[in-house]
């Protein structure tokens, strides 16, 4: 660390785990550093936790879910996100192929089913997405009340529900652990709405433009690097978090899975990392302003800014050009 070093935390949203992988490969191959950064990560306990972290100027940056974001703003906080890192939610709704009796690949099959949602959060994106596909009246969406996540995986392995309600490859873990076929149906396919995100304080925005632009730059460069080349991201987020070691296929899945079919989208192609839409932003308010998940009122335009996207940067203006990345046929 020099004199002109910058000391900033890094609040996340849970403990690590493969969806961060791209952070700590940053970390490890000094990009960071490069920046004039010192980051350090803070474990965390959720995406509102980590949202509300930032806003109220308790870590310089978090990475938080737009719906906690959204949530936070509604408690009268102000948090603000400086980038969209992935295009898409994580939640997913997943079965069992031999208690469902076929592959789920649409909404629309899940009518006359029992739908067992494990957060509040993701039971709000599965009601939106049932009410678009026309058939929320024929789903009994269970309430979230005291269920867990492990609740919820035992009554879907118990056949006492059809479905569960969590994130993308919860149903991976299914198969590994209990070896039985799973099918995952990704929200985030069907509903336009944005997944994590880099939050922080708009007042340290303010004093401390361009550590934000640093920090994003840094984040941008990870995000590619690991992008390129998964397996070394999941060997250094595996190094300093040893418990990971025995899971290592589950989390290599989880990031593969935000590479490739999470993190983009058509802007993100055409312009460059990090950058929002603000219809994305717009449905997802919509989308949450009548449910008992916000406090308060909401202004999904005024907690995103694309002002701290360096989008003239080597990495963040040529992002799409700079990973391995493919529709058709990505190279992970």
């Known amino acids: 660390m020099t004199p002109d070093t910058t000391t900033v935390d890094f609040q996340l949203n849970w ?48 990475l938080a879910g737009a719906s906690a974001v959204l949530s936070i703003q509604s408690r009268g906080l102000d948090p603000l996100a400086v980038a969209a890192v992935t295009g898409k939610t994580p939640a997913a709704i997943y079965t069992l192929r031999d208690e469902f009796g076929e592959a789920l690949t649409e909404p629309s099959q899940l009518a006359g089913r029992t739908v067992a949602p494990s957060a509040t959060k993701t039971r709000i994106l599965t009601a939106q997405l049932l009410e678009d596909a026309g058939i929320r009246d024929e789903v009994d969406l269970l309430g979230v009340d005291d269920h867990t996540h492990h609740r919820v995986q035992h009554k879907l392995l118990d056949g006492r529900v059809d479905a569960a309600v969590g994130v993308v490859t919860n149903g991976y873990e299914l198969e590994r652990e209990h070896d039985r076929r799973a ?36 984040t941008a460069r990870g995000w590619a690097a690991a992008t390129n080349d998964p397996d070394a991201a999941i060997d250094v987020l595996v190094e300093r978090n040893a418990t990971l070691e025995r899971n290592r296929p589950v989390e290599r899945r989880k990031f593969e899975t935000a590479a490739t079919d999470l993190q983009f989208t058509d802007r993100t192609r055409a312009e460059g990392w990090g950058l929002h839409e603000g219809e994305r ?33 080597e990495v963040i203006g040529n992002y799409a050009e700079r990973v391995a990345e493919s529709e058709t046929e990505p190279r992970l």
């Open 15 to 62: 403990e690590p785990n493969g969806f961060q992988a791209p952070y700590f490969l940053a970390r490890d191959r000094g990009f960071y550093d490069d920046e004039g950064l010192d980051v350090r990560f803070v474990e965390g306990h959720g995406s509102p936790f980590a949202a509300e972290q930032a806003a109220r100027g308790r870590a310089e940056f978090a």
């Open 183 to 218: 099918d995952e149906l990704a929200i985030g396919d069907h509903l336009g709405i944005y997944g994590m995100t880099i939050v922080t304080d708009p007042e340290f925005a303010r004093a401390e433009p361009e550590t934000v632009r640093s920090f994003l730059r840094a």
């Open 281 to 313: 932003w717009r449905t997802l308010g919509r989308t949450l302003a009548e449910t008992d998940l916000l406090e308060g009122e909401i202004d999904p335009d005024a907690v995103w800014t694309n002002e701290f996207i360096d989008a003239d940067d």
